[in-house]
Structure formats: structure tokens, C-alpha cells
């Protein structure tokens, strides 16, 4: 059985992650607005929302963070400019990462893509490296790519969740299928790994968002790495608490909405 190298992000076992890497991912015209293009806005957010960790690029962490949340280091990264399949590269060691205070390594995969070896074996070196000090590695695994027709279709989802349990990760960041009982697929491929539903662009409404979140939780997902639907929030605060009630104290969306 393996060591539980993720606990420094759990409370009861499950977990709210704070994400924001899309100013690499995206470009910062596409995400951010005068507030969140700011990352000490998203730091802050990340202590008075009460999220389990936050995750940035080393770039990021150097300047902003303040060690009051536990750090996921997202040690490769890619723009969204270049075409075809994609390819994302290590821009981190492990060594630096851990000197940042990271306490869990992360690392994007995309499943599918004419280059997925060569994110497989890059991977493969820092989940070792990783696992030599004690820390997770956390692997956000997107299938993309022209052999990937619908990326959240239960059968590729799942793949995704069991490619992350076999290529070594502590815990796997998945888009959500649409609903619970497909996801509980995926996330029993998972055989115990930790899974995280990714958040994803807005949601029209916040209880369009918090259910599918009940959603993952009820298929048995550890929890949720948040970036859009928390930090472009008009009430940020409000759906972070929202989503700790949810997630960590188990409140069900619809008692949380009823007056
Ligand atoms: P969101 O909640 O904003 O979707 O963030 C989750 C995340 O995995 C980020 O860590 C990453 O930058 C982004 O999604 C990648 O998005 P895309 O699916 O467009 O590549």
C-alpha cells in the first residue's frame, strides 16, 4: 500500500486546490480581468478562502508566494499559441520546486497527443525524483490531440485516470464526464488513486457549478482543483465557502442553495 504522500492537502480525506497556471496556459487576455490578473489577489484568496493548496508555475511562486497554503508546483507548461498536438516540457526541476516549498509536484500530460511519450517519460523521471522526497506527484492528465475525439466522454476520462494510477501518480487532476455515475468509472480506475475534477471554464451559475462538483464527490472524487469558477467569481470568498462546505463538510448543493 502506498504511503499517503498527499496528505499534506487533505482535511477528512478530501481536498479543495486552488489553481492558477492559465496566465501560461491561456494567455492573460483570455482568463483574467484588472483584479485576478494579480496573483497576490489569487494568493490571498488562497488563505482567507481556506483552500487546501494552490498551484502556480515557478515563476509565479517565486514572487507571490507567502507559504501560508500549502504549494503544488506545476513544473512544466506550454502557450496556448502553438498549433497541432500539443507538447508540454519540464520549465522546473523537482529540486527547485521543493525549494520554493512546494509540497507536491505537478506535471500535464496530454493523453492522446503525438508527443505523449515523450510526457510519459519526462514524468517518469520526476515522479521518481518526486517520490524521493517525500512528495506527490500530482498529474493533471488531459487527453488532446487530432487522435481524441470528445475529451470528456466516460471511456477517455477513464483512461485518463488509469493512465495517471499506472504512470505512478499520487492523484490525477480529469475533466468531469457530465455526470456522477460515469465519472464513478473513472474514478474507480483510478483503483485509490486520489482524483480531482478539474474546474473548467465558468459555469453559467454558481449552482450550475457546485452540482457538478456534488457530481464528482458523489463518485467518490477526493476533490476539486478550482481556477476559473473560484478566482472569476464576483463573490470568490462565497464560493470558496461553498465549495469547502460541499467538498469537505459534505452539505448537499441543494440544501446549500434553499433560502
Ligand atoms: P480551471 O479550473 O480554470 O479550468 O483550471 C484548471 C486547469 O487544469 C489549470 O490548472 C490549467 O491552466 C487549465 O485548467 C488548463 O485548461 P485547458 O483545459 O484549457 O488546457
Known amino acids: ?69 500549502p504549494l503544488i508546483v506545476k513544473v512544466n507548461g506550454k502557450s496556448a499559441l502553438v498549433k497541432g498536438d500539443p507538447i508540454s516540457r519540464q520549465v522546473c526541476s523537482v529540486e527547485y520546486a521543493a525549494s520554493l516549498g512546494a509540497k507536491g509536484i505537478g506535471y500535464t500530460i496530454y493523453l492522446g497527443s503525438e508527443h505523449e511519450a515523450e510526457m510519459f517519460a519526462e514524468f517518469g523521471k520526476i515522479q521518481e525524483q518526486a517520490h524521493e522526497r517525500g512528495l506527490p506527484a500530482i498529474a493533471w492528465v488531459y487527453p488532446r490531440g487530432a487522435a481524441v475525439v470528445n475529451d470528456t466522454a466516460k471511456e477517455i476520462v477513464s483512461y485518463a485516470a488509469r493512465a495517471a494510477l499506472e504512470l505512478g501518480a499520487d492523484a490525477a487532476k480529469i475533466k468531469y464526464t457530465g455526470d456522477s455515475q460515469s465519472f464513478s468509472w473513472a474514478v474507480k480506475a483510478g483503483a485509490g488513486m486520489k482524483v480531482f475534477m478539474s474546474g473548467g471554464p465558468k459555469a453559467p451559475t454558481d449552482e450550475a457549478f457546485l452540482t457538478q462538483v456534488q457530481g464528482a464527490i458523489d463518485a467518490g472524487a477526493t476533490g476539486l482543483a478550482v481556477g476559473r469558477n473560484a478566482w472569476q467569481n464576483a463573490e470568490p470568498l462565497k464560493m470558496a465557502e461553498s465549495l469547502r462546505k460541499v467538498i469537505l463538510e459534505g452539505v448537499r448543493v441543494d440544501k446549500l442553495m434553499s433560502p
Open 1 to 69: 500500500m502506498k504511503q499517503e504522500r498527499m496528505s499534506a492537502f487533505l482535511k477528512n480525506g478530501r481536498s479543495v486546490l486552488l489553481a492558477y497556471d492559465q496566465g501560461l496556459e491561456h494567455g492573460p487576455s483570455t482568463d483574467f480581468n484588472d483584479k485576478n490578473i494579480d496573483p497576490s489577489f489569487v494568493m490571498d484568496l488562497a488563505e482567507k478562502g481556506g483552500f487546501n493548496g494552490v498551484i502556480f508555475q515557478k515563476g509565479v511562486a517565486e514572487r507571490f508566494y507567502n507559504g501560508k497554503v
